[in-house]
Every structure is written in C-alpha cells, then in structure tokens.
Nanobody, 123 residues
Framework: QLQLVESGGGWVQPGDSLRLSCAASGSTLEYYGVAWFRQVPGKEREGVSCITSSGGTRTYLDSVKGRFTISRDAAKSTVYLQMNNLKPEDSAVYYC????????????????WGQGTGVTISS
C-alpha cells in the first residue's frame, strides 16, 4: 500500500525559499499523479500544484505560478515542491497526495495522503 511522507516545512521570512519533499514507500510513484495541497484552519484544502505520472504535465495554482516548481525523481520515488519568494499568505499545512494516472486540484479525487508539513512565513 502506498504511503507518503512529507518533509521540508518550517518557518522562514518573506522572500525566502523552501523545498518540500514527498517520499513514497510501499509502492513506487511511477503510475501516480502527485499533487500538493495546502490548508489553513477554517478553509478548504486548496490544490497548489500537480505533476502527472510521466512528469510531462505540471499545473499550478495561479497565485503560485512563477514562484513554485513541482518535480519528481523517479529513482527516489519522491516528488518535490520548490517554493521561492514565499509570502505570508503561503503559510499553511502542506500535504502531498497521489492517485493512479490522475492529476487535478480537487482533494476529493485523491486517495493516498501524507500527514502534512507546516509552513510558516513571517517576519
């Protein structure tokens, strides 16, 4: 059974960068689309970015385009989210999720989830 573990969150100042990692175990990510979501208290989980199983298509939330980059390392069965020029409104718990041959922004369509990693941007 696929298990996902996120890492790389933390506290940084506005304008700084972080790289989140989503490592898979129990199965490879070879046939999975993988997405990053984020959630703040009281708000619905929001799709941030998604990468298809082939890596050929990557989608982004409008507010992170040009600042965030999603990538995947097949050998390590890991997906990354490089976040640059971070803003306070990027603060959230970030989750990675995976689904067979699917990529999208609706959290309801993903069946495998990590436990989340917290990101706080504040001066």
């Amino acid at each position: 059974q696929l298990q996902l573990v996120e890492s790389g969150g933390g506290w940084v100042q506005p304008g700084d960068s972080l790289r989140l990692s989503c490592a898979a175990s129990g199965s490879t990510l070879e046939y999975y689309g993988v997405a990053w979501f984020r959630q703040v208290p009281g708000k619905e989980r929001e799709g941030v970015s998604c990468i298809t199983s082939s890596g050929g298509t990557r989608t982004y939330l409008d507010s992170v385009k040009g600042r965030f980059t999603i990538s995947r390392d097949a050998a390590k069965s890991t997906v990354y989210l490089q976040m640059n020029n971070l803003k306070p409104e990027d603060s959230a718990v970030y989750y990675c999720a995976a689904e067979h041959f699917f990529c999208g922004s609706d959290w309801r369509t993903f069946s495998s989830w990590g436990q989340g990693t917290g990101v706080t941007i504040s001066s």
